[in-house]
């Protein structure tokens, strides 16, 4: 391991000396065989010489961009030195299970936008560096440190990233920690709606594996106010983490919208992740022309899985220009290099049906502008049609207020359906906890691990003024 900086250029113009470099990558034909990641993490020599690129600035714009408020300035520092294990504790300690978050936060919009380098130069590799170090520690035996048990009990509800979250940090505090959630299997969203060409699985249940060994417990199959209710848990556990991943897939509100071969995104690239080579049955796009409705990292995963799953075509309406695209840009190059299609600044108009099959065959779309506000509007009269034997929905998703079941209904509800809390995550009754997609509805993975820190902050707080006030 090295212990000091490399020989080479000043450190104080780095930036401009050194090529600013992503994660290696494998070939688009070695990709398009399989569904894992396209991606693999720095060495340490790499690591190390992308990280000596920050020039180290005095109000430092990653750092107040971050949701989690991770102190990015220093243990990229701390990487440029050599000293990868004191740089991946720092990751770790301010972002629980960072080996997700590396992998999924929109540090395109995030750090590396607000990067001082990014325009002069590239911006620094930010992420990929927190993948490498997050990675780094794990390997060099940095997991779910245990405290000694400090007697309080706590439910987290839901299995997704703000319950891996909380519960990694509750297990480092010395709580004994007891998951309830309604899937079967762990991972709510990141295993349900969340491609493996973004994550593998084996990432998410390698988490699981380390919070089970640390004695974690799973209660899966339980629906929260139906199968159980919210006095029950109450009586049972010291205080309880709401972080339910309750979203649904907006639907396509134009003529056409609900014909059959028109489906959801999160469905189409959903799993069981065993079933992606063979396909979601009565979804077979092979030898299909494929058109993916949307611009996030969910509608690139749609179109790049098409053409794993054998589709003639696979080509991407967005609304927006391409420098406005809500995907991660290395997502958009590698779709691009495998050979999804493109189309931007245009929208759906309507949708017509094959007269025979009743099934949709084409798609009609409108040139779109930006409006004001920042948002589009269709350009009237600009209207174009389409080929499509199948339409894939990823129009973003709206929350789905499960949680009101039972007494469950007894929480104090905030907008457009979801939980409210208060500046320390905590709802309208005492001891019950909230954060991430059930307080604000779909939200980004690192706010989500925020909520989950700041809850956690809460409820330490919490029993702790308990404790206090019982004596």
Known sequence: MSTSRPSGPDPKYAWSEITGKDLPKRSPEQRLGDFHEAHYPFDEATAQEQASRCVQCPRPGCVMSCPVDSPIQRWLELTADGRFLEASKLVNDS??????????????????????????????????????????????????????ANG???????????????????????????FIARGERPGGFLIRGTS????????????????????????????????????????????????????????????????????????FVGHERGEALAGIPGVDVKGSRVVVLGEDDTAVDCARTALRRGALEAVCVCPH????????????????????????????????????????????????????????????????????????????????????????????GGRGGSVAVDACQMTSIAGVFAGGDAVRGPCEVVVAIRDARLAVDGIDRYLTERKQTSR
């Not at 380098?117 to 590799?125: C, F, Q, R, T, W």
């Not at 199959?221 to 991943?245: C, M, R, T, Y």
């Not at 009609?364 to 199948?390: H, K, L, N």
């Open 321 to 412: 220009p391409v420098g406005a695209l809500a995907c991660c840009r290395r997502e958009y190059e590698d779709a691009e290099e495998e050979g999804v299609q493109f189309r931007f600044e245009q929208a759906p108009v309507s949708l017509s049906s094959n007269p025979s099959s009743g099934r949709v065959a084409r798609i009609q779309v409108a040139g779109t502008r930006r409006t004001s506000t920042g948002g589009w509007e269709v350009i009237p009269g600009e209207v174009r049609e389409m080929e499509a034997d199948w339409v894939i929905l990823a129009l973003g998703a709206e929350p789905e207020p499960h949680l009101f079941e039972g007494d469950f209904g007894s929480l104090e």
């Open 152 to 178: 309080c009990k706590v439910a987290v509800l839901g299995t997704g990233v703000a319950g891996l979250a909380c519960a990694s940090e509750l297990v480092r505090r010395g709580y004994a920690v007891t």
């Open 196 to 267: 493996t060409l973004r994550i593998d699985e084996e990432i998410v249940a390698r988490r699981i594996a380390m919070l089970k060994e640390q004695g974690v417990c799973f209660r899966m199959g339980v629906v929260p106010g139906k199968d159980v209710s919210l006095a029950a848990l109450q009586s049972e556990f010291d205080a309880i983490f709401v972080g339910l991943d309750f979203r649904r897939a907006r639907a396509l509100t134009v003529p056409g919208g609900d014909l059959p071969g028109v489906v959801q995104g999160t469905e």
């Open 95 to 148: 972002t629980p299970v960072a080996e997700i978050c590396a992998r999924l936060c929109a540090r395109d919009h995030l750090c590396e936008d607000a990067c001082i380098l990014n325009g002069p130069a590239e911006p620094v590799s930010i992420g990929a560096i927190e993948e490498f170090l997050a990675e780094y520690g794990l390997a060099h035996g940095q997991g779910v440190a245990v405290a000694p």
